[in-house]
């Protein structure tokens, strides 16, 4: 028997992480992961919740996060190849114009 | 202490030493990877929330897929250790100070209000079985349009990824004529 704030705090640490990584790294495709941190952090609390309260809802609405996750990775992932072959760079410091 | 309790505490302590790593890593195919643990041991931590199927899906989907298109994309575009740039002065002072002000407000609120009624292991049976009506039936329009999404963001990434085409020499006066 867990409690459900431990999960919840459990959530937050992995949420706060992926902040931490968005503001402090400096590769977009590490930036890019520290989202995915983020989504599975929310994640975690969705189902925790679903758990709780017994709502199946919760975990559909998991696996609806997870389809936009991956269709985000993909066009985001692209963007990346897109940005690297006329910037020839991943550091985001370079990348602050959005005209070449 | 129960049995759910220290899965619940290895799961999560794999899963924030995973976070913790990829904060701290300097070369993105090391924070990839830690990545990986995180999504691995969230699947653990679905499990013994009884959520079967998310598991299953995390495993597949996140671990598997959409890690394996970051990895493919770092070795393709031969990403190398990520270069240090100094931070502004005031993000540091006010930033550090406000992320941990923040983070115990948070918690505290958790703690306090949440209430401490216990999640049972497995007390809400998410295996496929019961997800699949819930899918097709209450949810079958969202789940219809996700196939839609999916559909425009696989043209999105290719268009997007594709190589411009070298625009041809502007037609001349002389080809006009």
Redesign the interface.
């Known amino acids: 028997m867990v409690p459900l704030s431990y999960y919840l705090v459990l959530s937050g640490i992995l949420f706060a992480c992926g902040v931490a990584a968005f503001l402090i790294k400096r590769n977009i495709i590490t930036i890019f992961m520290s989202i995915e941190l983020m989504l599975n952090g929310v994640n975690l609390s969705f189902v925790a919740f679903a758990a709780h309260w017994h709502a199946l809802a919760g975990q559909i609405f998991v696996f609806f996060v997870m389809v936009v996750a991956a269709a985000e990775a993909a066009v985001g992932l692209a963007i990346i190849i897109a940005v690297y072959r006329t910037r020839e760079t991943l550091n985001i410091d370079q990348v602050n114009l959005l005209k070449l | 202490m ?1 049995v ?2 220290i899965l ?1 505490l290895a799961f ?1 302590a794999v ?2 030493a995973g ?2 790593n ?2 701290a890593q300097t070369h ?1 195919i090391n ?2 990877l830690s ?1 990986i643990a ?2 691995a041991a ?1 699947a653990g ?2 499990l ?4 079967e ?2 598991a299953a ?2 495993v597949i ?2 671990a598997g ?2 890690m394996v ?2 990895v493919f ?2 070795m ?2 031969n ?1 190398g250790v ?4 100094q ?1 502004s002065r005031i993000a540091i002072t006010l ?1 550090v100070p406000g ?1 941990l002000i923040g ?1 115990l407000l ?2 505290w609120v ?2 306090r209000h ?8 497995g ?2 049976a ?1 295996a496929p079985k ?2 699949a009506p ?2 097709f039936h ?2 079958l329009l ?1 789940f219809e349009i ?1 196939s839609i ?2 559909l ?3 043209m ?6 594709s ?2 085409p070298t625009s041809p020499a502007a037609p001349t006066l002389r080809e006009v004529d």
Do not use: D, N, R, W
Not at chain 2, 82 to 85: I, K, L, R, V
């Open positions: 129960s759910h309790l619940f999560g899963a924030v976070a913790i990829l904060l993105p924070s990839a990545l995180v999504m969230l931590e679905y013994l929330l009884g959520a199927f998310l899906v995390q989907v996140y897929a959409v298109l970051f994309v770092i393709l575009l990403a990520e270069e240090h740039t931070g930033g992320a983070s948070i918690a958790v703690l949440s209430g401490t009624e216990a999640v049972a292991a007390a809400l998410g019961t997800i819930l899918l209450e949810f969202p996700t999404l999916i425009i963001a696989i999105g990434a290719v268009v997007l990824a190589k411009p």
